[in-house]
């Protein structure tokens, strides 16, 4: 989702929103600074909370922020400007996600089996950029990515109810 976030914004700024190919550029940036504070962040207060419960934190901001910019979307104007710094804002609490997913998970398997289970990661981490890639390239091509955030919010709930599982599922484990 991250790689897609970068990939898409400056076009969607561009094409969407009206703005130039600089301020775009420009405006896309704060993505990575906004990600950048997330993972410090993250990495600073990670071992005061529960990594279930901040992931599942993260992933309900990132729901929460993406209701607001399809309302915004569809129920305001569709070229507002305040989309440019909403999307970016997203970078906070979608950084935290991939390295708090695999602290949790690589903590759970022996160690023999890190070095299998951390290629595991790299190539399902590389197949995930691959699909998006694709999924953005036919985004493009229908000219459907005003509904974007619709798209994006839908795999983020997608995801949210998967994890949601899987840590049901991983507490149930080690509780027996």
């Known amino acids: 989702m991250e790689q897609s976030f970068n990939s898409w914004l400056p076009s969607f700024y561009k094409n969407h929103l009206k703005v130039n190919s600089f301020f775009a550029l420009q405006a896309s940036s704060f ?12 990495a600073n207060i990670i071992q005061r909370f529960s990594l279930s419960k901040y992931y599942i934190l993260c992933l309900s901001l990132i729901i929460f922020v993406l209701i607001i910019i399809a309302g915004i979307q569809f129920l305001d104007a569709d070229n507002s400007k305040i989309l440019l710094y909403l999307f970016p804002v997203i970078g906070l609490f979608l950084s935290p996600l991939y390295p708090v997913i695999n602290s949790k998970m690589i ?15 790299v190539i399902f981490s590389s197949l995930g950029s691959s699909v998006s890639s694709i999924i953005m390239s036919i985004l ?19 995801l949210f109810t998967i994890s949601l599982i899987y840590f049901k599922l991983t507490d149930k484990t080690f509780r027996k």
């Open 107 to 121: 903590a759970q398997i022996d160690k023999t089996k890190a070095n299998l289970f951390t290629s595991l990661i």
């Open 31 to 42: 993505l990575a600074l906004f990600s950048y504070i997330g993972r410090t962040v993250t």
């Open 140 to 158: 493009f091509g229908n000219q459907l990515l005003s509904f974007y955030s619709v798209y994006i919010l839908f795999a983020v709930i997608v």
